[in-house]
Antibody
Framework: DVELVESGGGVVQPGGSLRLSCAAS????????MYWVRQPPGKGLEWVSLITWDGNTIDYADFVKGRVTISRDNSKNSLSLQMSGLRIEDSATFYC??????????????WGRGTTVTVSS | SDELTQPPSVSVSPGQAARISCSGDSLSKQYTSWYQQKPGQAPLLVIYKDNERPSGIPERFSASTSGTKVTLTITGVQAEDEADYYC???????????FGGGSKLTVL
């Protein structure tokens, strides 16, 4: 079965940094675009970043651009999100998601359970 | 602008059809997907590539497109369908992912 397990969340002060990780299993990781999506408490889904299978295409939402870096290690079936300059409004559950098959457009076929980031002084 | 607009809430009686709309300029050019999210759970893909259902998603879930408006239809709504539903697409250039604000489906 496809499984995505996020880790690395926690409590951090404003201006601090965190590195989120996502361990993938049950599928050919290097065939798929991967995503990070966040959800602030009680609010809707917000796309954060994506990285294509080969890492050649990387995109970020405007609200994180310049503050986060997405990366992947296909040899280890892992996805990461390095976040710095964290703000209170970045507090959210962060989900790792697997993309769909080639030609089916950008969408999140399978989601992890999420990891919680709390930015607070 | 590349935004997706959904009604905040939709209510329906069991056995009836629920229709949740999603409007946005990019929808006439880009694929749309829909996600179901129940309280305390991760989102679940229910529709992708406009009207394709992933394996395991009941046939009562379908979607249709008319210009810049996409509608998710759940026929024969069941109590277990009560959830938040989000539409998702990309901006007109196909570069950035965008989500609608979500619609809370209440089964009366």
């Amino acid at each position: 079965d496809v499984e995505l397990v996020e880790s690395g969340g926690g409590v951090v002060q404003p201006g601090g940094s965190l590195r989120l990780s996502c361990a993938a299993s049950g599928f050919n990781f290097d065939d798929y675009t991967m995503y990070w999506v966040r959800q602030p408490p009680g609010k809707g889904l917000e796309w954060v970043s994506l990285i294509t299978w080969d890492g050649n295409t990387i995109d970020y939402a405007d609200f994180v651009k310049g503050r986060v870096t997405i990366s992947r290690d296909n040899s280890k079936n892992s996805l990461s999100l390095q976040m710095s300059g964290l703000r209170i409004e970045d507090s959210a559950t962060f989900y790792c998601a697997k993309g769909g098959s080639y030609g089916s457009g950008y969408h999140m076929a399978v989601w992890g359970r999420g990891t919680t980031v709390t930015v607070s002084s | 602008s590349d935004e997706l607009t959904q009604p905040p809430s939709v209510s329906v009686s069991p056995g009836q059809a629920a229709r949740i709309s999603c409007s946005g300029d990019s929808l006439s050019k880009q694929y749309t997907s829909w996600y179901q999210q129940k309280p305390g759970q991760a989102p679940l893909l229910v529709i992708y590539k406009d009207n394709e259902r992933p394996s395991g998603i009941p046939e009562r879930f379908s979607a249709s497109t008319s210009g810049t408006k996409v509608t998710l239809t759940i026929t024969g709504v069941q109590a277990e369908d009560e959830a938040d539903y989000y539409c998702q697409s990309t901006d007109s250039s196909g570069t950035y992912v965008i989500f609608g604000g979500g619609s809370k489906l209440t089964v009366l």
